[in-house]
């Protein structure tokens, strides 16, 4: 965590220097574990966490807000999936535990992570409202839309998607459901080997209101990269004018 801590650092202070207002980072930044023990050993309550306090203490020396997917201890012996955001100011604003857990194969996320209970209101911040989620969640478009009605301007899915299923499936569901809540779609992504057991597919990837791919920040990478792209508010809004989504709940349950 040490070391995954002096990344982000550096990637705060370039993206600062950029101009940019926030710092999207992934699903499980602080740390990946090579086993269920690893992984419940490691985590920290937010307001213990060395990890989590150096982004707050960098996000307010560099004036960047930040959204980091992290780890911490819930009841039972086991963890919440986290996704937090931080202000500029470096003060915890909001935070989400992730709903859906991802049991593929031999990948038992349900073994050791307790999943949340609820979907999050959006938080109001410097660069829009933005709705929290993570990772398998982009499977299930129900939050996103409920999302949507809070009117989400931004919806974030912070991620580790695998290998088979990022190349069957990533770019398709993050391109769906940023047409579906004609909302911006930022997904931060994990990238190559962690460890003996896994290795995430990458491609951060950032899709506009009308479903265009803004960024891709592609494959495996040898280091963390940043990417920057514009939030155009008034660009949803036209997105929204021009192609009204009137559901018809008189005929089918809102979801």
């Known amino acids: ?59 307010k020396e560099s004036v960047l807000a930040i959204n980091v997917g992290i780890h911490v201890p819930a009841p039972d012996n086991k963890i919440y999936n986290r996704s937090c955001w931080i202000n500029e100011k470096g003060d915890i604003e909001s935070y989400y535990d992730k709903l859906h857990l991802f049991d593929y194969g031999a990948l038992k996320e349900s073994n050791v992570v307790e999943g949340g209970n609820s979907i999050v209101t959006p938080v109001e911040t410097v660069v829009g409202r933005v709705g929290l989620t993570i990772c398998f969640d982009l499977r299930f478009p129900e939050i996103s839309l409920a999302l949507k009605r809070q009117n989400a301007q931004i919806i974030t899915y912070p991620s580790a998607f695998t290998l088979p299923t990022g190349k069957a499936h990533w770019e398709a569901l993050l391109r769906s459901r940023a047409i579906e809540t004609q909302a911006y779609v930022i997904a931060a992504a994990q990238s190559g080997s962690h460890n003996t057991k896994r290795t995430s597919y990458g491609h951060s990837m950032v899709v506009d209101p009308w479903g265009k791919v803004l960024l891709d920040l592609g494959g495996e990478v040898s280091e963390p990269k940043t990417g920057i792209i514009d939030i155009d508010l008034d660009y949803r809004e036209k997105i929204k004018k021009e192609m009204p989504l009137l559901r018809r709940t008189d005929v089918y349950p809102e979801v």
């Open 1 to 59: 965590m040490t070391h995954n801590l002096s990344l982000c650092q550096t990637l705060i202070k370039t993206a600062a220097e950029a101009g940019a207002k926030a710092l999207f980072l992934p699903e499980a930044t602080d740390y990946i574990a090579s086993s269920p023990t690893e992984s419940l050993a490691l985590a920290r309550p937010m307001n213990s966490s060395p990890f989590l306090l150096g982004l707050q203490k960098a996000a």
